[in-house]
């Protein structure tokens, strides 16, 4: 056994190669002391060089291998935290971000002060974003995803939760498809946006499902233009669109909306001041 002053010595020095010393004191304080130790900060604090177990390294000595080969942290877990639910992912669906929480509060708030009977979240991946919506408010909700196995997650997030969603396995891609989803007077989603060259070789994205964050060079714009169309048979006259958008993309999509007649484009920014949220109607 070793003290908990040796062990995480051995965690920073080890993945120091591979993440900043930010990255990694934040991984030790919010995974391994919380989730891992199951302390408290406070307790942690307060019970200073304690002895760590012998099974508890050795989970620790597993994460470190699991780290070191850029995977991420929350797969290791098999579950993250969005909007203090906690959510199980794995291998086949994003991993829920913070900056979407921001996109579900705005959903949320819109929705208690209009008359929104149905909703629809495309590309739900683990499901958080209906299921954070579906906590708060009671409008029916459907949600969609091209992956068969997110839609198993997120299924089983969903009766984790306690929240009716009625989830569907559907490509927006496919415009044959839209007849057999509801008419709606809400669409949000947060679909791929991220380009290849934004992303360093070496980082914990490349995890992830590659179809559920990148898009083409050449259309980057591919999933809002599905929406849109979706959005031209299937939203209810006066309905909103709530969208996360990859900032760099924000003007060719505001473009790509003008022409498909929409004219009161908001853009909202996120927590670090990018333009990350886009409301039309
Ligand atoms: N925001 C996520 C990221 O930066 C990507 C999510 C997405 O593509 N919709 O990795």
Request: aromatic residues 10%; contains cysteine.
């Amino acid at each position: 056994m070793n003290t908990v002053t040796s062990v995480k010595k051995r965690f920073i020095d080890t993945l120091g190669q591979n993440y900043s010393f930010h990255e990694l004191s934040s991984m030790w304080s919010q995974w391994v002391v919380k989730e891992l130790l199951n302390k408290s900060s406070i307790n942690y604090f307060l019970e200073g060089d304690f002895m760590v177990s012998e099974i508890d390294e050795n989970l620790i000595d597993s994460l470190i291998l699991h780290l070191s080969s850029y995977k991420p942290i929350q797969y290791f877990f098999g579950y993250s935290y969005f909007k203090n639910l906690k959510i199980q992912v794995d291998a086949s669906v994003l991993i829920p971000r913070p900056e979407t929480e921001q996109l579900v509060d705005m959903v949320i708030d819109y929705v208690k002060e209009n008359k929104v009977s149905t909703i629809i979240d495309i590309g739900t991946g683990s499901g958080c974003i209906s299921i954070a919506i579906g906590k708060k408010i009671k409008s029916n909700i459907f949600a969609i995803d091209v992956s068969s196995q997110a839609i198993a997650k997120a299924t089983s997030n969903s009766k984790t939760h306690q929240v009716d969603i009625d989830f569907k396995l559907i490509d927006i891609l496919n415009v044959d498809l839209y007849k057999i989803l509801p008419k709606v007077d809400l669409i949000v989603s947060n679909p791929p946006y991220v380009l290849k060259r934004e992303v360093p070789e070496k980082s914990v994205v490349h995890s992830e499902p590659k179809h559920a964050i990148f898009v083409p060079d050449d259309d980057p714009l591919i999933f809002y233009k599905s929406i849109l169309n979706f959005a031209k048979t299937n939203l209810n006259r006066g309905g909103k669109i709530f969208l996360e958008i990859n900032p760099l993309l924000v003007s060719k999509l505001i473009g790509c909306m003008s022409k498909y007649g929409y004219s009161d484009i908001q853009v909202c920014t996120d927590f670090y001041q990018k333009k990350r949220f886009i409301i039309v109607s």
